[in-house]
């Protein structure tokens, strides 16, 4: 049975907000200051990689969000698209 574009099965690293990475990083922090003094020292490591990484992620969020409001909404607060809205086909 084949997969479908982006079904989960299509071994593709999942998107997180930002508010997530946030939140797993404060799991992983928790999860680190919990482990055991005799805790295999590769899976204390990787949980150590994934820490770093999220923090430099989260680093490089800020700069990669757009400034606030700018190109958002028009004047009158409408919210105009910058696409051709899509056409259903007429049925006939």
């Known amino acids: 049975m ?15 907000s930002l508010a ?5 990083l404060r799991d992983l922090r928790e ?4 482990m055991k003094s005799h805790t295999a020292p590769t899976l204390r490591e990787s949980v150590q990689k ?7 992620e989260l680093a490089a969020a800020p700069a990669m969000k757009t400034p606030a409001g700018k190109g958002r909404d028009t004047a009158g607060g409408a919210r105009t ?3 051709s809205p899509r056409r259903r086909p007429e049925r006939g």
């Open 2 to 16: 084949r997969a479908f574009h982006g079904q989960m099965s299509d071994n593709q690293p999942i998107r997180r």
């Open 20 to 24: 997530e990475k946030q939140k797993q």
């Open 31 to 34: 999860t680190l200051a919990a």
């Open 50 to 56: 994934r820490i770093r990484q999220l923090e430099a």
């Open 81 to 83: 698209p910058s696409y």
